[in-house]
């Protein structure tokens, strides 16, 4: 009698799908802020349904379940935090920009007043008159890596508007009667920004109306 060779199992191949589910459920988590992670979790889901559905019907030829399974949770997961989520970046990212803007301003008028008590400084050591440049403060007063940061407005590169400090031409001595009028220091912005620091010659900071406001560039 021949006999008979054991019958051979079919070699299980791990469902594509599945990967897919897993690896999209995964990446859905981390770029949920960025409004990417919903799409992702929502294609997750699917696949790994279809991934399940085609396993269990595979007669062994498919395995995968752990991983679309991880997939499911990780995507559902994603789902059911969008909602939350977007409402509180709804409601509460205005509080935090205009905690932001606060915070910006706050550092503008500090840089201002630095400026300007070393130009009364300068003014003190030259006969009460105030530098022409901003570079006639280098050294005694401040340094240059200081100067130019504080001329800036403190501000912080690709993230806060481009403005600039200058100093503003007017009379010397400064009556008292008009020191709370004469402008020593402005701030130049762009159109964008509504409002811009003037630092008076009695050391007052004001926001005042930015004259560039509205106007479109030339």
């Known amino acids: ?61 498919l395995r995968g379940r752990p991983a679309a399974l991880l997939g499911l949770l990780c995507g559902y997961f994603t789902i059911v935090l969008t909602p939350p989520l977007a409402a509180g970046l709804y409601f509460g990212l205005p509080a935090v920009t205009e905690k932001v ?25 030259h006969g009460d008159a105030y530098p022409r440049e901003w570079t006639d403060l280098e ?18 590169p690709w993230i806060t508007p481009s403005s600039e400090f200058q100093l503003r031409t007017h009379e010397r001595p400064v009556l008292p009667a008009r020191s709370g009028q004469v402008v020593v220091i402005e701030e130049v912005a762009p159109a964008s920004v509504s409002q811009v620091i003037v630092v008076r010659a009695d ?14 560039p030339e």
């Open 203 to 216: 050391g007052n900071t004001d926001m005042v109306l930015n004259p560039n406001h509205g106007q479109g």
């Open 139 to 156: 050294g005694k007063y401040l340094n240059m890596i200081e100067l130019r940061h504080l001329q800036r407005g403190a501000a912080i």
């Open 101 to 125: 803007d606060a915070l910006r301003i706050q550092k503008k008028c500090d840089a201002a007043a630095k400026l300007y008590l070393a130009c009364e400084a300068y003014a003190r050591d």
């Open 1 to 61: 009698m021949k006999a008979h060779s054991p019958r051979q199992r079919p070699v299980a191949h791990f469902s594509a799908l599945a990967v897919a589910s897993l690896i999209l459920g995964i990446l859905a988590l981390p770029t949920l802020l960025i409004a990417v992670g919903f799409v992702l979790a929502l294609i997750g889901v699917f696949c790994g349904h279809i991934a399940l559905t085609r396993i269990a019907h595979s007669k062994g030829r």
